[in-house]
Structures are given as structure tokens and as C-alpha cells.
Nanobody, 125 residues
Framework: QVMLTESGGGSVQTGGSLRLSCLVS????????IGWFRQTPTDEREGVAA????????LYADSVKGRFTISRDKAKNTLYLEMRALKPEDTAVYYC??????????????????WGQGTQVTVSS
């Protein structure tokens, strides 16, 4: 069974920083694309950032460009999301996800098959 486990969420004030981690086990670590998505109780799932297995392709949502950085440490089987200059609108449950197929839209959640349980990020002002 493929397992993805997020951690690092929490509560911060506007302008603060957090680093999310996703421990990847099973075949998901060798997936073609892995990424971060976020969702609130009323909003649709939003792609935040995604990266290819070889780290040659990286895509960010316009809303987080210049503030968030996605990276992958294959030796530690861990995916990271460094979040800086956080805003209240960044508040959401953040999920890591993986797909074993090649996709054209890296931030389309319907392209991903494996999901973690999510970690809550709350930004207050």
C-alpha cells in the first residue's frame, strides 16, 4: 500500500513561515509527479505546487509564486513545502499527493491517485 504522511502544519501570524513535510513510502516515492494541494470546507481543491521525479519540472500556483518553495529529498523519502510571507488566505488543509502517470496539468488534483491525510495550516491577522 502507498502511504503519504504530512506534518509541519500549525498556526502562525500573517508574514510568518512554516515548513511542511510529506514522508513518502511505497511506490509513490517513484511517482512521475508529486505535489501539494490545499482545501477549505467550502472551496474546491487547489493545486499549490508540484515537482517531477527528476526535479526538472516545477509548477507553482500564481497565488504562491515567490513565497512557497517545493523540494524533494529522495534520500530521506520526503517532500517539502517551504512557506514564507504567509497570508490569511493561505489557511487550509494541505495535502501531498502523487501520480504514477505523466500529466500535462501538474496542478489538477484529478490527475493524482495517492493522497496523504492532510495537515492544517492556519494564518491569523
Amino acid at each position: 500500500q502507498v502511504m503519504l504522511t504530512e506534518s509541519g502544519g500549525g498556526s502562525v501570524q500573517t508574514g510568518g513561515s512554516l515548513r511542511l513535510s510529506c514522508l513518502v513510502s511505497g511506490s509513490a516515492y517513484g511517482s512521475n509527479f508529486i505535489g501539494w494541494f490545499r482545501q477549505t470546507p467550502t472551496d474546491e481543491r487547489e493545486g499549490v505546487a508540484a515537482i517531477s521525479n527528476a526535479a526538472k519540472q516545477i509548477l507553482y500556483a500564481d497565488s504562491v509564486k515567490g513565497r512557497f518553495t517545493i523540494s524533494r529529498d529522495k534520500a530521506k523519502n520526503t517532500l517539502y513545502l517551504e512557506m514564507r510571507a504567509l497570508k490569511p488566505e493561505d489557511t487550509a488543509v494541505y495535502y501531498c499527493a502523487a501520480t504514477q502517470i505523466f500529466v500535462l496539468d501538474l496542478l489538477d488534483s484529478t490527475n493524482y491517485s495517492y493522497w496523504g491525510q492532510g495537515t492544517q495550516v492556519t494564518v491569523s491577522s
